[in-house]
């Protein structure tokens, strides 16, 4: 057990059965009662934001995570199966934890996964990708004035929305917490 003195942002600490990530974490000493700590939280499960106040010096389950670099290799049904690239033990992830960068994994792609012992508990991809475009409609020439946006399909399957400019064989740099187009690549 730790004190509540220990934690800071980032920390991840079990409240009520549940693994969650500290996002906000501020120290408050009002006029006439005891200093405390107040943390606002991610659920790392249901991505649900809770509140909790702590004082000063109680006692909380701090865990230690550690954060590996393993390379991701395929999906299978729910899971993505990354390899250590270390000892090579493929290891089954949970979609779930790469949240909206699931889509826009390739094959042989590094990402970070988080563990609690050998329990996964947060998983994220790259930043940024670079994709190639496999269809969309032709833009017109010229007409660059305005910001309108058309879909296009990316070569593993995800569908983005692009500038109207870029064409069918481009290559695209992708924001994969967004899936938002960012810029085309050389």
């Known amino acids: ?5 220990d934690l800071s942002k980032g920390s991840f600490i079990r409240v009520n059965g549940e693994i969650c990530q500290i996002t906000e974490w501020t120290h408050r000493t009002p006029a006439k009662t005891r200093a405390f700590y107040i943390a ?3 659920n790392i499960y249901t991505g649900k934001a809770v509140e909790s106040r702590f004082r000063t010096n109680e006692e ?3 865990l230690r995570i550690e954060t590996t670099e393993l390379q991701y290799l395929y999906k299978s049904g729910e899971d993505l199966v990354c390899m250590h690239n270390d000892t090579y033990e493929q290891i089954p992830i949970s979609e779930k934890l790469f ?3 699931a889509k826009f994994l390739s ?3 590094p990402v ?3 563990f609690d012992g050998d329990t996964p508990v947060m998983a994220e991809g790259p930043k940024h990708v670079i994709l190639e475009i496999t269809y969309t409609e032709p833009g017109i020439k010229g007409d660059t004035a305005t910001n309108t946006l058309k879909p296009a399909t990316l070569e593993n399957g995800a569908e983005i929305r692009v500038p109207l400019f870029v064409d069918t064989g481009d290559k695209v740099k992708v924001e994969t ?3 938002t187009y960012v810029e085309r690549a050389n």
């Not at 057990?1 to 003195?5: K, L, Q, T």
């Open 107 to 109: 094959e042989d792609m």
């Open 1 to 5: 057990m730790a004190s509540s003195s």
């Open 40 to 42: 606002k939280m991610k």
């Open 112 to 114: 970070l996964v988080s």
């Open 99 to 101: 949240g909206e960068s």
């Open 177 to 179: 917490a967004t899936g």
């Open 60 to 62: 909380v389950d701090l």
